[in-house]
Structures are given as structure tokens and as C-alpha cells.
């Protein structure tokens, strides 16, 4: 199944994982090998596709002082474009749209989906109401691309402000109103503002008469102070409870895993009715391995957490990347440096493939046509 496909079927869950582009300067052979890595890295997991984040410095956001120093990336959808052709998979990839002009957007558009191939963005608001920004607002990006119809685009959804707003369910109506196919939260580690936001948006949908779409739930390890940090500067409510746990626990890192665990479990149980479907993000929010590693070890667990919860047996498998590219959904980019197809070797990267019957299975890519082998088969049946 494509990662448009999934992204629009309320029938199935949909799972993603969170790469950020190299910095502004990293050259096309390191790009390259750097997302040849982050690939192979990720090829156990049975992902539908990738996300790629649009990094501003969000000046505004808050008076907290920015725990990371800003630095400009390499543009997220030149970036993105690499995904396919080692993965088989597409990517929902990030864009601010206040930075630039309405016409910039228009250009970065007709690059991003004529150029790089891409077929779902995710446009991104002023990170703050109190500035002023030279381009459009989020309403104006929206009705403009919607009016283009030449891309399917989701927009962000924030528990937090529903909390302290009140008026979360109905931004989003009006984000679907306007085009956004779907809706992806930041970092979650408070439930309550999740399960809040999800009920009533799922109430004012049944009041319209509307199907909900999708909301892929965001979560990310943490085992470091800075980390943490770094995640209230992002504006994620983090509950004293759930601080004091994770960053006095002997392993934080394995704690805030822990801790995810059961903030989904939570949600699952205290959602059951509302009829929003949803799906999961993992994304790592450092450069740090311990929290890296982390993110796969989450993902896994939660993606098994979520499909448990469905109550019908799942299972999963492998494909060839190259018999997919040739299949019809080839790629694009030029050929990979030496180094690149040495990190792929023998790699695989997982897909999830649509319902069968009463099974969902969870599609496994092997990715090792990358370096003209087969590879193994993967040794591990995930069944419920």
C-alpha cells in the first residue's frame, strides 16, 4: 500500500518514522550516506514511510532559551527524495509556509512534487501569534494548495492547545474545511490533552455529519536533561509526574520508553468510541545513539501495542526494493555513491501492505537489492 494510501484509509493505522535533513552546507555524497544509514538503520521497522521535519528557529515560541543552537538544513524535500529509491517508501515531508512569499511556496511546491516526486506535505504555521512573518498564514497556505490540487497535505495538530484553548476540534475542522487530509500531533507525554482532543473532534465530526480524518500520534524518547530541555522547548506539556520519572529513573532513556508504552495504552483505552483513526510517529529528537536506538526499541512496542488493540491477527513479511521500483513506483535520484550502497548492504526496510482478509500484514522491504543481493529473510514473526 502507498503512504498516501494509508494516510487517507480511516480503516487501518498508519506508522511513520521522523528523520530532520543534514545541515546546510553537508555535501550531496554525504547527504547521500547519511540517509543510505539512517535507512538501513531503520529496516526492521514496518514503517508505510518516512516523515522529513522542515527546521526553522521559531523565534517567538516561547522566552525560553533554545537549548540546541539553531542551524539551517539542507532543504527537507531534496532531502526526502532520497527515501525512495533505498526504501521503496515515500515521505510526508515538512513545510513552513510563513517564511518565505506565496510564490516561493508555489516554487518549492512544483519542486517537491514534479522534481522529487513527493505526494504528501505537511504544512506548518507561524510557531508563534505575537510575531509577524513574511508569508502567508497557515489559512491562506491551505486554501492556496487546496486550489493547486496537484498534492495531498496534512497540518499539525497540538493537545496542548486544545487544553489551553479549548478550541483544538474546531482548528481542525477548519484545517479539513480548507484541505488537510490528515493531522500530525508534536511529541506526546501527556495523555489527557490527547484523549480530550481526540473525543471532542470526534464529537463535533459525528455533530457534521463528517468522517474524522486520520491523526498520527507523535512520540519520542528522552534520557537526557537537555533532551528534556529541549522538549518543553518545543512546547510539549510534560506532567511533573511523568518528568520526575523519566529523568530520575536509573535509565531514563528506557523509562521515557516505558512511559510511552502506557501513555498509548491509556489513549487507546479512553478513545475506544470516538472513531478517529489513528496512527503512530517515532521520531528521535537528538543526535545522541542511546536515544536513537531508543526510538526503534519504541517504535516497535508501540506499533505492537496498537495493532493488539485492533483484536485480529497481524503478521509480517518481506519484499524486494528494486521489484517495487520497477513495478511503477520508481524513483527518481541519481545513482548512490560507493559509500551509500555499502551502508545498504544486505539492509533491510520495512512497509506495512493493506489489509487481507481478517489480517493486516505489516510489509518488511529488503532493501539489500541495493547491493545486488537478496539478503536474508527476516527471522522474527510478529504475531499477536
Given at each position: 500500500?502507498?503512504?498516501?494510501?494509508?494516510?487517507?484509509?480511516?480503516?487501518?493505522?498508519?506508522?511513520?518514522?521522523?528523520?530532520?535533513?543534514?545541515?546546510?552546507?553537508?555535501?550531496?555524497?554525504?547527504?547521500?550516506?547519511?540517509?543510505?544509514?539512517?535507512?538501513?538503520?531503520?529496516?526492521?521497522?514496518?514503517?508505510?514511510?518516512?516523515?522529513?521535519?522542515?527546521?526553522?528557529?521559531?523565534?517567538?515560541?516561547?522566552?525560553?532559551?533554545?537549548?540546541?543552537?539553531?542551524?539551517?538544513?539542507?532543504?527537507?524535500?531534496?532531502?526526502?527524495?532520497?527515501?525512495?529509491?533505498?526504501?521503496?517508501?515515500?515521505?510526508?515531508?515538512?513545510?513552513?509556509?510563513?517564511?518565505?512569499?506565496?510564490?516561493?511556496?508555489?516554487?518549492?511546491?512544483?519542486?517537491?512534487?514534479?522534481?522529487?516526486?513527493?505526494?504528501?506535505?505537511?504544512?506548518?504555521?507561524?510557531?508563534?501569534?505575537?510575531?509577524?512573518?513574511?508569508?502567508?498564514?497557515?489559512?491562506?497556505?491551505?486554501?492556496?494548495?487546496?486550489?493547486?490540487?496537484?498534492?495531498?497535505?496534512?497540518?499539525?495538530?497540538?493537545?496542548?492547545?486544545?487544553?489551553?484553548?479549548?478550541?483544538?476540534?474546531?482548528?481542525?475542522?477548519?484545517?479539513?474545511?480548507?484541505?488537510?487530509?490528515?493531522?500530525?500531533?508534536?511529541?506526546?507525554?501527556?495523555?489527557?490533552?490527547?484523549?480530550?482532543?481526540?473525543?471532542?473532534?470526534?464529537?463535533?465530526?459525528?455533530?457534521?455529519?463528517?468522517?474524522?480524518?486520520?491523526?498520527?500520534?507523535?512520540?519520542?524518547?528522552?534520557?537526557?536533561?537537555?533532551?528534556?530541555?529541549?522538549?518543553?522547548?518545543?512546547?510539549?506539556?510534560?506532567?511533573?509526574?511523568?518528568?520526575?520519572?523519566?529523568?530520575?529513573?536509573?535509565?531514563?532513556?528506557?523509562?521515557?520508553?516505558?512511559?510511552?508504552?502506557?501513555?498509548?495504552?491509556?489513549?487507546?483505552?479512553?478513545?475506544?468510541?470516538?472513531?478517529?483513526?489513528?496512527?503512530?510517529?517515532?521520531?528521535?529528537?537528538?543526535?545522541?545513539?542511546?536515544?536513537?536506538?531508543?526510538?526503534?526499541?519504541?517504535?516497535?512496542?508501540?506499533?505492537?501495542?496498537?495493532?493488539?488493540?485492533?483484536?485480529?491477527?497481524?503478521?509480517?513479511?518481506?519484499?524486494?526494493?528494486?521489484?517495487?521500483?520497477?513495478?511503477?513506483?520508481?524513483?527518481?535520484?541519481?545513482?548512490?555513491?560507493?559509500?551509500?550502497?555499502?551502508?545498504?548492504?544486505?539492509?533491510?526496510?520495512?512497509?506495512?501492505s493493506p489489509s487481507t482478509g481478517s489480517t493486516d500484514l505489516i510489509t518488511i522491504?529488503?532493501?539489500?537489492?541495493?547491493?545486488?543481493?537478496?539478503?536474508?529473510?527476516?527471522?522474527?514473526?510478529?504475531?499477536?
Amino acid at each position: 500500500m502507498e503512504l498516501l494510501d494509508s494516510l487517507n484509509d480511516s480503516t487501518r493505522p498508519t506508522f511513520l518514522f521522523g528523520s530532520t535533513p543534514p545541515r546546510e552546507g553537508t555535501t550531496e555524497e554525504k547527504a547521500r550516506i547519511s540517509c543510505a544509514k539512517f535507512v538501513a538503520r531503520s529496516r526492521a521497522l514496518a514503517i508505510d514511510g518516512y516523515i522529513v521535519y522542515d527546521i526553522q528557529d521559531e523565534k517567538g515560541r516561547t522566552e525560553l532559551e533554545r537549548p540546541f543552537p539553531f542551524r539551517k538544513t539542507l532543504d527537507p524535500s531534496w532531502y526526502a527524495s532520497l527515501f525512495h529509491d533505498l526504501s521503496a517508501k515515500h515521505c510526508v515531508v515538512y513545510k513552513s509556509v510563513v517564511e518565505n512569499s506565496m510564490e516561493n511556496l508555489d516554487m518549492w511546491l512544483d519542486a517537491a512534487i514534479y522534481t522529487h516526486g513527493h505526494r504528501a506535505v505537511n504544512l506548518v504555521g507561524a510557531p508563534s501569534s505575537k510575531m509577524q512573518y513574511k508569508g502567508p498564514t497557515i489559512s491562506e497556505a491551505m486554501l492556496h494548495v487546496k486550489k493547486r490540487n496537484d498534492v495531498n497535505f496534512g497540518c499539525v495538530s497540538i493537545p496542548e492547545r486544545h487544553t489551553t484553548k479549548g478550541n483544538e476540534d474546531m482548528n481542525m475542522l477548519r484545517k479539513v474545511n480548507k484541505g488537510a487530509k490528515w493531522f500530525i500531533t508534536q511529541g506526546i507525554f501527556d495523555s489527557g490533552a490527547v484523549c480530550k482532543m481526540l473525543h471532542d473532534y470526534g464529537a463535533r465530526c459525528k455533530e457534521q455529519g463528517v468522517v474524522p480524518k486520520k491523526v498520527i500520534l507523535t512520540f519520542a524518547p528522552c534520557g537526557r536533561p537537555k533532551t528534556m530541555t529541549f522538549i518543553k522547548w518545543l512546547g510539549m506539556n510534560v506532567p511533573e509526574a511523568v518528568y520526575d520519572r523519566i529523568m530520575n529513573a536509573e535509565a531514563s532513556v528506557a523509562e521515557s520508553v516505558a512511559v510511552a508504552e502506557e501513555l498509548l495504552v491509556y489513549i487507546l483505552e479512553n478513545t475506544h468510541g470516538c472513531d478517529v483513526p489513528i496512527g503512530i510517529s517515532v521520531e528521535s529528537l537528538s543526535i545522541f545513539k542511546e536515544e536513537i536506538d531508543a526510538a526503534h526499541t519504541m517504535f516497535r512496542n508501540l506499533q505492537a501495542i496498537l495493532l493488539n488493540s485492533r483484536g485480529s491477527p497481524w503478521s509480517v513479511k518481506w519484499y524486494d526494493v528494486n521489484s517495487v521500483i520497477r513495478s511503477g513506483s520508481g524513483g527518481n535520484n541519481s545513482p548512490l555513491p560507493p559509500n551509500a550502497r555499502k551502508a545498504l548492504k544486505n539492509g533491510i526496510s520495512p512497509s506495512p501492505s493493506p489489509s487481507t482478509g481478517s489480517t493486516d500484514l505489516i510489509t518488511i522491504v529488503l532493501a539489500a537489492s541495493l547491493a545486488g543481493l537478496l539478503g536474508g529473510l527476516l527471522g522474527r514473526s510478529l504475531a499477536k
